[in-house]
């Protein structure tokens, strides 16, 4: 059997800037000093005259978007999540998402799989943190088919974008003639009566893995791709939650706020089910090999597995 292809979505990101910079003279790229780690390194070689490296100032270079943005460019704010949803959240509130300007943030290095950078900067809040901006769109792309469609339906829609890549190269699963990549429209990926999955980012391919080890357990589980945490699509979810009558999130992110926190809210109101959050449990991370963290924590698939036979 041939190896699975694996590809990090931060690298699929500057790819999918690389190939819009050829479609779009209006995309304009900025970065905070990162463009080696951010992957928009080859959207500066490519196309240097409309790079910005901003140096290690990302609140700045969050306003330089937003001017860029009033003049009719689209820029893409290139940073690690920590940074770009963290360090300059004050900027992404007041100067893009208040006026609600065209502004692209392509946030890397997400979640544990971030690894030996250790837990400053492994930012487990980011999805939290701009769920709470008004008219904000939040994208968590599942993989490289994925994230290059994401990117391209950023710049395709109007008002602010917050896109979430990974470091850790993951499986390419979305490779097929099928796919379609709609903002707002979650995917479904594997029918079953027993339990549902929601997942997104990295984890929708764990929870994949995870549903063939509780098929072969006799639990025929229900997977969702969630890629658009705002706007949810709360109908797919709602319909699968009135079948199975069990819900599990699956994220690579704090429980609190993400993707758990925005299914249990329409739940809650429109289809009251029993429910387990799955993702990053009131703690921070540390420091060591993505795969170890993701094990250490119950992410990948045998912990996923665990956690939902014990749910069940």
Same mark, same amino acid.
């Given at each position: 059997?041939?190896?699975?292809?694996?590809?990090?979505?931060?690298?699929?990101?500057?790819?999918?800037?690389?190939?819009?910079?050829?479609?779009?003279?209006?995309?304009?790229?900025?970065?905070?000093?990162?463009?080696?780690?951010?992957?928009?390194?080859?959207?500066?070689?490519?196309?240097?005259?409309?790079?910005?490296?901003?140096?290690?100032?990302?609140?700045?270079?969050?306003?330089?978007?937003?001017?860029?943005?009033?003049?009719?460019?689209?820029?893409?704010?290139?940073?690690?999540?920590?940074?770009?949803?963290?360090? /300059?959240?004050?900027?992404?509130?007041?100067?893009?998402?208040?006026?609600?300007?065209?502004?692209?943030?392509?946030?890397?290095?997400?979640?544990?799989?971030?690894?030996?950078?250790? /837990?400053?900067?492994?930012?487990?809040?980011?999805?939290?943190?701009?769920?709470?901006?008004?008219?904000?769109?939040?994208?968590?792309?599942?993989?490289?088919?994925?994230?290059?469609?994401?990117?391209?339906?950023?710049?395709?829609?109007?008002?602010?974008?917050?896109?979430?890549?990974?470091?850790?190269?993951?499986?390419?699963?979305?490779?097929?003639?099928?796919?379609?990549?709609?903002?707002?429209?979650?995917?479904?990926?594997?029918?079953?009566?027993?339990?549902?999955?929601?997942?997104?980012?990295?984890?929708?391919?764990?929870?994949?893995?995870?549903?063939?080890?509780?098929?072969?357990?006799?639990?025929?589980?229900?997977?969702?791709?969630?890629?658009?945490?705002?706007?949810?699509?709360?109908?797919?979810?709602?319909?699968?939650?009135?079948?199975?009558?069990?819900?599990?999130?699956?994220?690579?992110?704090?429980?609190?706020?993400?993707?758990?926190?925005?299914?249990?809210?329409?739940?809650?109101?429109?289809?009251?089910?029993?429910?387990?959050?799955?993702?990053?449990?009131?703690?921070?991370?540390?420091?060591?090999?993505?795969?170890?963290?993701?094990?250490?924590?119950?992410?990948?698939?045998?912990?996923?597995?665990?956690?939902?036979?014990?749910?069940?």
């Amino acid at each position: 059997m041939s190896e699975v292809k694996k590809i990090a979505t931060r690298d699929s990101y500057g790819n999918a800037l690389v190939a819009l910079g050829e479609k779009y003279d209006n995309l304009i790229v900025l970065d905070a000093d990162l463009a080696a780690a951010t992957k928009t390194g080859v959207f500066k070689k490519a196309f240097p005259e409309r790079h910005i490296d901003c140096g290690i100032a990302e609140s700045n270079m969050v306003g330089i978007a937003a001017g860029l943005a009033s003049t009719g460019k689209v820029p893409f704010c290139s940073s690690f999540a920590m940074f770009a949803a963290g360090r /300059a959240f004050e900027q992404v509130r007041n100067s893009v998402g208040y006026p609600h300007l065209n502004v692209k943030i392509g946030a890397t290095h997400a979640g544990i799989s971030v690894g030996e950078d250790g /837990a400053s900067h492994q930012c487990n809040e980011d999805i939290a943190l701009m769920r709470t901006i008004p008219g904000m769109t939040i994208i968590n792309p599942s993989d490289d088919v994925e994230a290059k469609a994401a990117v391209e339906a950023a710049y395709l829609m109007e008002g602010p974008v917050y896109l979430r890549f990974g470091r850790l190269a993951v499986p390419v699963i979305n490779e097929r003639p099928d796919y379609k990549f709609e903002i707002g429209k979650g995917v479904m990926l594997k029918e079953g009566k027993d339990v549902t999955i929601v997942a997104t980012g990295l984890e929708v391919n764990e929870s994949l893995e995870a549903a063939k080890l509780l098929a072969a357990d006799g639990i025929d589980a229900e997977v969702i791709n969630i890629h658009t945490i705002k706007p949810l699509d709360e109908d797919i979810i709602v319909k699968s939650a009135a079948k199975t009558g069990k819900v599990v999130t699956v994220e690579e992110h704090s429980v609190i706020g993400g993707l758990g926190g925005a299914v249990a809210e329409a739940l809650a109101e429109k289809q009251p089910t029993k429910m387990l959050r799955i993702g990053m449990k009131d703690t921070f991370g540390e420091s060591g090999p993505a795969k170890e963290l993701l094990e250490k924590y119950e992410l990948d698939a045998a912990g996923i597995y665990k956690q939902i036979k014990a749910f069940m």
